[in-house]
């Protein structure tokens, strides 16, 4: 009797194992879809924010070629208006050139005349001196020293000739150096307003260099962006081509991890890591302390505000370091990873993959006072300004 109810009660217990086993195996397979689910619906995620993405570069290229053409045209006016200033600052030297020109044949002509003047001065000084010595009755002495009465008319035509000539020598020296002094001044008016022309130009012509200039800057700095847009949108469509190979293969046994993006095609459109304000900026940071280095920037946040992942990544560190309190360091692959300092606590661990917008920590008390939390951002293994990386607010 005790060996047939053993042999039940072993049956039992079988048949309660198998029971077990199998609701263990369905509950297994539940989880097994459960995660397929989880992650097709990540996928299929990643791969609209990819064409999202792709798209908005598209137009942002669409754009910088409209800019081009635009900039094309303006430099094209700005060449001819540059020519214009080039032929007017010509014209302004030449102007200059011929009115010193003339200053210079001026100060020669007052120069041989004054030279005529100092060879004559000591015959006109004589006379000068003559005169004033006879007075007023100079000529009528003259007219009475002629011998002869029958020549008095000859006499008195000869006086009045030396008169006349006098008065004339006299007034033409003055009336020329008059009109050689008004000519010279004339002239050095409009040497002054030519010079003032000719700065004129100058200015001109170096403001239509600088505006050529910086076209063709703007130029070189949008074909950059072109090519770097090219750049990220062939990258952007290789991780979308895994993503829809990963959507195909993600009920194949043994399937690779889903492929992450890469980080370089959001820039400028990456999401702030914490609801709060700008503390202090890249490269604007104290010595003395790790955290507020020129490497990243602060944010000012609530206590315990929560902080969230700019970009999908795998968590490569997450604990306490010095200088930095509680860091959390996300792998966005292709040495590109965020950091996020002084947090209150941490939330992830390390080797756990994360997405966009998830909480990592919180932030917390800031070495320079305050709270909030210390961000990071380093592409290629660089630091970069992480304002050029984030969205617009």
Avoid: C
């Avoid at 001065?121 to 009755?137: C, D, F, T």
């Avoid at 930095?324 to 996300?330: A, P, Q, R, T």
């Amino acid at each position: 009797m005790a060996k047939r109810f053993s042999s039940a009660a072993l049956a039992a217990h079988a048949v309660w194992w198998l029971a077990l086993g199998v609701l263990v195996g369905a509950g297994a397979t539940a989880a097994a879809r459960q995660n397929d689910r989880g992650d097709r619906a990540r996928t299929e995620a990643l791969a609209r924010r990819a064409g999202d993405r792709l798209v908005a570069l598209q137009r942002d290229a669409d754009r910088l070629a409209v800019e081009e053409r635009t900039l094309l045209n303006d430099l094209r006016k700005l060449e001819v208006e540059r020519q214009i200033r080039a032929e007017e600052l010509k014209r302004a030297e030449a102007e200059v050139a011929g009115i010193q020109t003339d200053i210079d044949a001026t100060g020669a002509k007052m120069n041989a005349l004054q030279a005529t003047e100092a060879a004559a001065r000591p015959e006109l000084r004589a006379r000068l001196v003559e005169m004033y010595k006879l007075g007023s009755a100079r000529y009528a002495h003259l007219l009475l020293a002629t011998p002869d009465l029958r020549r008095i008319g000859q006499a008195s035509r000869t006086v009045a000739a030396l008169a006349k000539l006098d008065r004339d020598r006299i007034a033409s020296h003055q009336h020329t150096l008059e009109e050689l002094r008004a000519t010279r001044a004339a002239l050095e008016v409009r040497k002054r307003q030519a010079g003032t022309a000719r700065v004129a130009a100058e200015k001109a012509q170096a403001a239509s260099v600088r505006a050529t200039q910086a076209k063709n800057d703007l130029i070189h700095e949008i074909d950059t962006r072109r090519d770097l847009n090219a750049q990220v949108s062939a990258e952007l469509q290789a991780a979308q081509q895994k993503l829809q190979l990963a959507l195909r293969e993600t009920s194949t046994p043994g399937a690779e991890p889903v492929p992450g993006l890469p980080l370089r095609p959001f820039k400028g459109d990456l999401g702030w890591p914490v609801v709060g304000q700008l503390r202090r900026r890249f490269g604007g940071g104290t010595s003395g302390s790790a955290a507020a280095s020129s490497n990243g920037i602060e944010l000012s946040a609530d206590d315990g505000a929560p902080v969230v992942a700019v970009h999908d990544g795998l968590v490569a560190f997450a604990g306490s370091f010095s200088g930095f309190g509680n860091l959390v360091i996300l792998d966005h692959g292709s040495q590109a990873f965020s950091l996020y300092g002084d947090l209150l606590d941490v939330g992830v661990g390390k080797g756990v993959r994360v997405d966009r917008g998830q909480p990592v920590g919180s932030a917390g008390p800031l070495p320079s006072g305050g709270t909030g939390l210390y961000f990071e951002l380093r592409v290629d293994g660089r630091p970069v300004d992480p304002l050029q990386w984030l969205r617009r607010k």
